[in-house]
C-alpha cells in the first residue's frame, strides 16, 4: 500500500530524478556500502545501507563490534538471543548513520563446503527461519531496515557469479524459500538481496518467478529487492522481473579506485591514446584471468542509461519505474528516513562486545567430551596452549563481512587472565601460521584473483621459527594440552573439509604425548576429525568474534555452560553428505544440479541411514538433564509437545528441547523426521521446568508441485522428542484426521 505523502512524492518527480532513486552511487562520506544520493529538490534525504551480518563493516574502517558468526548463533538455538544481536547491530547502524543493514543472510547451507557457511544458519529450514525471523526482528525493532540475503538458491560461493542451481519446485518451497517466506509473512522486512547465481537457468536479479510471482504475489512482499553487488546482469530485464534497486550502480573503480590494482592497470593502459578504457578492461581482465561474469564490476549502468533508453523507446513501461520508486520510498518513510528522524545508536560498546561474548559462549558446542571438560585450574600445574593462531581472536571470515574493530581477546589471553597464577601456561604455534588475510584483501570484495585463493587455502608457509617438536614437547610436560585448530574460509571461495595447513598431523602429535587433548575448532562448518579417536575433549567455538579468548576460556574453565547444538550435521567424510557426486557439487559446466531434492542434511543421513560424525542438534553439556512427563496433543493439525525437563547435576546448564516429526507410512516420499519445534532452556542445578512447544500445520505439510501449494495428508505421525536428531528421548504416534 503506497501512502499519500509517496504517492504525492512520485508524481512531482521526473524521469531522471526516479532513475537516480533506484541505483546507487558512491558514498561522499565513504561509510556506506551502497548509497542513494538524497533528491534536494524534493527533500528526500539520502539511503545508506551497510554491511552485516557479523557487525557492522564501516566503509571509513571504524572500529565496530565483532559479533560471532551466523553459525555460532544459530548454533545457540534461541531466537530471542538472535533478536538481542539484531537490535545490537541495528543500534552499531544507527552510530554510523546508516539506514540498512545488509543483514541477515541465511542460505540453506546445502553443502558443507559453501564458503560463506559462517555466515548463514542452518541446514534446516525451520531453525533457519526461526533464527532468521529473530534476528529481522531485531534489527527491525532496533529502527533500521534489514535486509535478507542471498535471494535464491546461493548455496555455493564455487563460480557464483555464473553457477546454475536447478532445483525443483518442492526443495525450492520446503528447503530454499521457507526463511525467506518466514522473515516477509511473519517480520515484514523491508529489503530483500537479489542473489549473484542462476536458479533453474534464470539469474536471481532477472528471475520473474522469485522475484514476482513468489515473493511479491504470492507472499505479500512490500519492501524493495536490491541486487547483490553488480549482480544486475541485464537491467530492463531485471526491472520487468522485478528487482527495484541496483547496487552498487558504479564500477569498482569508481568505488574503491586505490584498492583495485587491476583497475590500476587498466587505467594506465587506458592513458596511452591506442587504448579505449574498454579495450584496457578486456586486456587485463583476460590477463588477470577474470571470468567474464566477474567483468561486471568493472561496467554499471545496469538501471540508469539501459532503463532511460528502454523506458524511452517504449520496451519498459515507466509505470514499472514508479513502483520501484514507491517500494523504496515506503520503506524510507516506514523508517523515519524521509523525516531524518531515526534513531541514535552506539558502536563498539561494552554492552555489544559482552552480547558478542555471551552469543559466542552460548553457540559453542561441546561435541566430544571424556570428562576432561571443564578444566579445573586448581587441579592443574601445567596447560600447554598449542596451535598456530591460538594468540589471535578470530573475528569472522573473508569478505564482505569482516568487521574492523579493535579490540580482540585471543585464546592466549583469555587463559592466562582466567588461570592467573593457579597453573602455569605455556604457548606453542606448532606449525607455521595460515597465509595472511590480507594477502587477499587486495582484491575489493574478494571478486578477483583466483590465485590468491590457492595461496590461501595452499595452506602456510614454511617458517623456520614454527617448530612441530617444541609444541609435542610442551603438551608431554603439561597436564591438559588445548590445541586451537582452524580453518580460514571467505565469501567468493569454498572451503575444504579438512583443516588447512598441517594442523591435522599437530593434533595427531600432540595426543600421542599429552595426558589429555582438548581440540578446540574455530571453523565455518563441519571438518573432518581424523583424531578424534585419540583426544579427550573437542569443542566446536565457529568463528567466534572479538570475545573468543574471553569465552573459549569461561567454557573451559566452565564458568559456562558450552550450550550450543549442532546446526549442521557433521559427516565422517565429503562423500557421506548428500551432494556427493560432480553434477550435484560443485557442478558441471556451471549446471549445479540439486538431485538429492528434500534430502539435505541430517534428512538424507536419515534416509540412507549412515551415521554422522555428530549429528544435526547434537551438543554436550556439563549439566544433566533428564525428561519426563512427555504429553502431545492434537487440536485439528497443529500439535502441542508437553515436556518436563529436570537439570539433575549441580550445575547450570542450557538444554534444548528438540521436537522432530515423521510421517508414518506417507503417500509421497518424506524425510524420516523433520525439525518441528525446538526450546532453549536455561536451568539452574536442581531446577525442573515443564515446557509446551506448538508445532504448527506447516510441520505436517509438505509442497505438492502440481497444485503449487502445501498439502497436509491426513494419517499417522510419529512426534518425537530428543536431545538431537539422533538421541530421541521419547516417540509417539497421532493421528491426523
Ligand atoms: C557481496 C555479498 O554477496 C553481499 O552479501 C554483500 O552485502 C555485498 N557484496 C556488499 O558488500
Given at each position: 500500500m503506497t501512502s499519500d505523502r509517496v504517492e504525492k512524492l512520485l508524481s512531482r518527480l521526473t524521469l531522471e530524478e526516479k532513475i537516480s532513486l533506484v541505483h546507487g552511487d558512491v558514498d561522499p562520506d565513504g561509510m556506506a556500502t551502497g548509497y542513494v544520493p538524497p533528491n534536494d529538490r524534493l527533500g528526500i534525504p539520502s539511503f545508506s545501507m551497510i554491511d552485516g551480518p557479523l557487525g557492522v563493516r564501516a566503509g571509513d574502517g571504524s572500529p565496530s563490534t565483532a559479533f560471532p558468526a551466523s553459525i555460532s548463533l544459530a548454533a545457540a538455538w534461541d531466537p530471542s538471543l538472535a533478536h538481542e544481536v539484531g537490535e545490537a547491530m541495528a543500534s552499531e547502524a544507527r552510530a554510523r548513520d546508516q539506514d540498512v543493514l545488509l543483514a541477515p543472510g541465511f542460505n540453506l547451507i546445502?553443502?558443507?563446503q559453501c564458503g560463506r557457511s559462517f555466515e548463514y544458519y542452518s541446514e534446516d529450514p525451520h531453525l533457519n527461519s526461526r533464527i532468521a525471523v529473530g534476528t529481522v526482528d531485531g534489527i527491525q525493532d532496533g529502527g533500521v531496515a534489514a535486509c535478507a540475503k542471498h535471494f535464491a538458491v546461493n548455496n555455493q560461493e564455487h563460480a557464483r557469479m555464473e553457477d546454475n542451481a536447478i532445483v525443483d519446485e518442492r526443495p525450492l518451497h520446503e528447503l530454499y524459500l521457507r526463511a525467506f517466506e518466514a522473515v516477509v509473512k511473519e517480520a515484514d522486512v523491508?529489503?530483500?538481496?537479489?542473489a549473484y547465481n542462476r536458479v533453474n537457468g534464470t539469474h536471481a536479479t532477472e528471475n520473474r518467478e522469485l522475484l514476482t510471482d513468489i515473493l511479491k504475489e504470492d507472499w505479500g512482499f512490500e519492501g524493495f529487492v536490491v541486487s547483490d553487488w553488480w549482480a544486475t546482469?541485464?537491467?530492463?530485464?531485471a526491472a520487468r522481473?522485478?528487482?527495484?534497486?541496483?547496487?552498487?550502480?558504479v564500477t569498482l573503480p569508481e568505488l574503491a579506485p586505490d584498492m583495485n590494482p587491476a583497475y590500476r592497470l587498466i587505467d594506465t593502459f587506458s592513458r596511452f591514446s591506442w587504448f579505449s578504457t574498454d579495450d584496457a578492461t578486456k586486456l587485463i581482465t583476460s590477463l588477470i584471468g577474470l571470468r567474464p561474469s566477474e567483468c561486471r564490476v568493472?561496467?554499471?549502468?545496469?538501471?540508469d542509461e539501459s532503463l532511460r533508453e528502454a523506458i524511452e523507446d517504449g520496451r519498459l513501461g515507466e509505470s514499472i519505474l514508479d513502483e520501484k520508486v514507491a517500494r523504496i520510498l515506503g520503506q524510507m518513510e516506514r523508517f523515519g528516513v524521509l523525516d531524518d528522524d531515526m534513531p541514535d545508536g552506539e558502536a563498539n560498546v561494552p554492552a555489544h562486545h559482552e552480547l558478542s561474548r555471551r552469543v559466542a559462549e552460548r553457540g559453542t558446542v561441546l561435541l566430544h567430551n571424556d570428562d576432561t571438560l571443564p578444566l579445573d585450574p586448581a587441579t592443574l600445574d601445567d596447560i600447554a596452549l598449542i596451535g598456530p593462531h591460538a594468540d589471535e581472536a578470530k573475528t569472522g571470515g573473508g569478505g564482505s563481512s569482516e568487521v574492523a574493530t579493535d579490540s580482540t581477546v585471543s585464546p592466549l589471553d583469555g587463559i592466562r587472565y582466567r588461570v592467573g597464577e593457579d597453573a602455569s601456561l605455556t604457548f606453542e604455534a606448532g606449525v607455521a601460521p595460515l597465509a595472511e588475510m590480507d594477502d587477499r584483501d587486495i582484491t575489493v570484495w574478494n571478486l578477483s584473483l583466483s590465485t590468491i585463493a590457492d595461496s590461501y587455502f595452499g595452506s602456510e608457509e614454511e617458517s623456520p621459527d614454527v617448530d612441530m617438536d617444541a609444541a609435542v614437547e610442551a603438551a608431554e610436560d603439561a597436564d591438559v594440552a588445548v590445541v586451537v585448530v582452524q580453518d580460514a574460509a571467505s565469501e567468493d571461495y569454498d572451503r575444504p573439509l579438512t583443516l588447512p595447513g598441517r594442523q591435522d598431523e599437530l593434533v595427531s602429535a600432540v595426543a600421542d604425548v599429552a595426558e589429555e587433548t582438548v581440540v578446540v575448532l574455530k571453523t565455518a562448518g563441519p571438518v573432518e576429525m581424523p583424531w578424534l579417536d585419540d583426544v579427550e575433549a573437542v569443542l566446536e567455538a565457529w568463528y567466534p568474534g572479538q570475545e573468543d579468548g574471553r569465552s573459549l576460556a569461561s567454557v573451559l574453565f566452565g564458568d559456562a555452560d558450552p550450550s550450543g547444538r549442532l546446526p549442521v550435521t557433521f559427516g565422517s567424510r565429503a562423500r557421506d553428505y548428500p551432494a556427493n557426486t560432480q553434477r550435484q557439487y560443485p557442478g558441471i559446466d556451471r549446471d549445479v544440479t540439486y538431485e538429492e531434492g528434500i534430502f539435505v542434511g541430517y534428512r538424507h543421513f536419515d534416509r540412507v541411514e549412515t551415521d554422522p560424525l555428530f549429528p544435526f542438534g547434537h551438543g554436550l553439556s556439563y549439566a544433566d538433564f533428564e525428561y519426563s512427563d512427555v504429553a502431545v496433543s492434537l487440536d485439528e493439525s497443529t500439535a502441542t509437545v508437553e515436556v518436563t525437563v529436570e537439570n539433575v547435576s549441580d550445575r547450570d546448564g542450557y538444554e534444548v528441547v528438540q521436537v522432530y516429526l515423521g510421517a508414518v507410512d506417507p503417500d509421497v516420499e518424506r524425510p524420516p523426521r523433520e525439525l518441528a519445534a525446538f526450546e532453549s532452556l536455561e536451568l539452574a542445578a536442581g531446577e525442573q521446568q515443564t515446557v509446551s512447544?506448538?508445532?504448527?500445520?506447516?510441520?505436517?505439510a509438505y509442497y505438492d508441485a502440481d497444485q503449487s501449494g502445501w498439502v497436509v495428508d491426513a494419517g499417522e505421525y510419529e512426534v518425537a522428542v530428543g536431545r538431537s536428531s539422533r538421541e530421541i528421548v521419547h516417540s509417539e504416534t497421532v493421528e491426523l484426521e
Open positions: 546445502r553443502v558443507p523491508a529489503s530483500l538481496m537479489a546482469t541485464d537491467g530492463p530485464s522481473a522485478g528487482l527495484d534497486l541496483d547496487m552498487p550502480g568493472y561496467r554499471s549502468e545496469k538501471f512447544l506448538s508445532v504448527d500445520e506447516r510441520a505436517f
